[in-house]
């Protein structure tokens, strides 16, 4: 009954014409750098956040918020009519989706996606509405060593489902851990690294590093290669699946949601490894396997329906325990900051308009997607037209006058410049940008809480096994960091990495 | 790859000295009571043990001892042009000013990297320019350089 009230506190928030607009906004948005390969919802929502400084907090997330799940909406578009994936988590979506295009079924594969990642969106919302508040009162019993021990296997996931080298990831989580405590030190008030330069102290701003390592290395990738798009000209016909298509859907989606909004709450896990699974899942049940690879409708429907579900699972981790799972889920962290808000099992309690107002958006926002997407199929096939040599400086400026607006600082700017060359290099060199700024974001909070168990226990470093959560948190993390002396499991990762 | 590896593995490797020096500056403190380093200084040391064993791994893998240069066939000049025309944009802006910067800025790009028409570069780089000014400046309340010329 609790959730039905507060569900309905939540709307009374998110029906606000204001917050209706930037919901709006959000989503149109998402979908249109969903649908525009080389910008992601990461360079997008942080691209944004300034904009956010003059709005208020519950506006600001709800329109971040609808960033996210709507480029998972939109990136099917592109993956179906271009084969090419409009962001990371529609790559599988390219596999049947585009086959089914070509087969002149390219409206049932755009409509099973839509109406898939509604379900699944709203399941997705309906299990963060019965969860979040369970977990946030277990939550309020955590001490520092219990969140040092859970960010450290947050860490520990995302880094063993990185793809390619363990070593890398792990390399690059410790670059991002150090970077994060550039700055003042919380604690005593000492400036660390910041080698005299004002605009230091205050730390690396999240924006610039994750435009950087984002957005500018992405473009500069893309710049060295000729990206081929063949969008395909055909009449898109009936968006609406037909009877059969239903059918041979509905398990799919059931078990992609699911499936999707598990891995969501997961450290790490995500939307772009859900997707992947899901596909894997759905070619073994399958009584017809053979089919998958070309036009198979499960093979879009059950990847579609699990990344949506596991962006709304991402929520739950960042809004009851504060800790986020994934690099979008740490730029809301980002965002609540600088809207004066932590989120955490307390946010519930202490601002239960703002909690369930964002809830309540996110199924408006699906209402919204669904509406939207359906008759605007058209008009992002022609925003697919804009060739790429001239989207790409448009993209830049736009990053540009992001990074500058955070703190009208062009010396961000240089730092978005630098990081894009950092990006660049990595992305040669196989190195993955996203252990490193989860790390970064975790990093001021993980020191913070060491230090505080630390000096809470009088340097007793056991007080992190003697308490069980903690001690659970570790023994998963040691093992999933030395899995690869271990044949089994070594070979599991690398299927998923393969599969990825 | 595998010179890509042993060159970034030295890279990291550098860091994670540099990160124990400066932890070490800037004091361990007591394990009842870690100072401001403590943390840096024991990532540094855990970057190290990474960076050999990235080296190792990369020395022991004869396999891929003659795989192609990572820069080999790739456009990889176009990037590099890119990011100096950028800086230099950066540079000019609280100078020139935003609105003159930019179109400066969009006009090289859309003349050089992969060349339009005149009158797609000079209508793009001017409308686009005029489109971001109106949305970020006029409707978002964005401060932006205003430059010489005194529009921001």
Known sequence: MDILANLMLGFSVALQPINLLYC??????????????????????????????????????????????????????????????????SVVTCLDGHQMARQGRAGPALGISAFGSFIAGTLAIVGLMLM?????????????AEYFSLMVLGLSILVYLSHGSLIKALAMAAVGLVLGLIGIDSINAMPRLTFGKL?????????????????????????EQKIAREIFDTRLGSLLPTKEDWKESAAPIARGSLLGFLLGILPGGGAVLSSFISYAVEKRVSKTPENFGKGAIAGVAGPEAANNA?????????????????????????????????????????????????????????????????????????????PYAILFPLILLFCVIGVYSVANAIFDVYLMIGFGVVGY????????PAPLVLAFVLGPLLENNLRKALILSQGDFSTFLSRPISAVCLAVAALLLLSPLLPRLRATREVVAKEE | ??????????????????????????????????????????????????????????????????????????????????????????WAMPTIGFVAATILFLLVLFKTVEPQSWPVALIGSAGSTAVAWLLFVKALGTQLPAGVLGIG
Do not use: C
């Open chain 1, 199 to 223: 605009e230091l102290l205050d730390g690396l701003g999240l924006v610039p590093l994750v435009m950087g390592l984002f957005g500018i290395a992405e473009i500069l990738v893309n710049l």
């Open chain 1, 132 to 144: 979040a508040p369970t977990l946030a009162r277990w939550a309020v019993k955590f001490g520092p």
């Open chain 2, 1 to 90: 790859m595998r010179n890509g590896n042993i060159a970034s593995g030295l890279a990291l490797a550098a860091l994670g000295v540099f990160f124990i020096v400066e932890g070490q500056d800037l004091g361990l403190g007591r394990i009842s009571d870690p100072g401001s380093g403590f943390m840096m200084f024991w990532v540094g040391w855990i970057l190290m043990a990474f960076s050999v064993a990235l080296i190792v791994t990369a020395w022991r893998d004869e396999t891929r001892a003659n795989d192609r240069s990572i820069w080999a066939g790739r456009r990889w000049h176009k990037a590099a042009y890119v990011v100096a025309v950028m800086a230099l944009y950066a």
């Open chain 1, 425 to 432: 290099v990595m992305k040669k060199l196989e190195f993955e």
């Open chain 1, 310 to 386: 596991a962006a709304g699972g991402g929520f739950i981790p960042l809004m009851t325990l504060g800790i986020p799972p994934n690099v979008v889920m740490a730029l809301l962290l980002g965002a609540f900051i600088v809207h004066g808000l932590q989120p955490g099992p307390l946010l519930m309690t202490q601002k239960p308009d703002l909690f369930w107002g964002i809830v309540a958006s996110m199924y408006i926002g699906n209402v919204m997607l669904l509406v939207l997407n359906l008759p605007l199929i058209g008009m992002w096939v022609q925003v697919l037209r804009v």
């Open chain 1, 24 to 89: 709006f906004i959000g989503v149109f948005i998402g979908t249109l750098i969903g649908v525009l390969p080389g910008i992601g919802p990461v360079a997008a929502m942080s691209l944004l956040l300034p904009v956010t400084f003059n709005i208020t907090p519950e506006a600001a997330i709800i329109m971040l918020a609808g960033i996210y799940y709507g480029s998972m909406y939109g990136g099917s578009t592109t993956a179906i009519l271009v084969n090419i994936p409009g962001e990371a988590a």
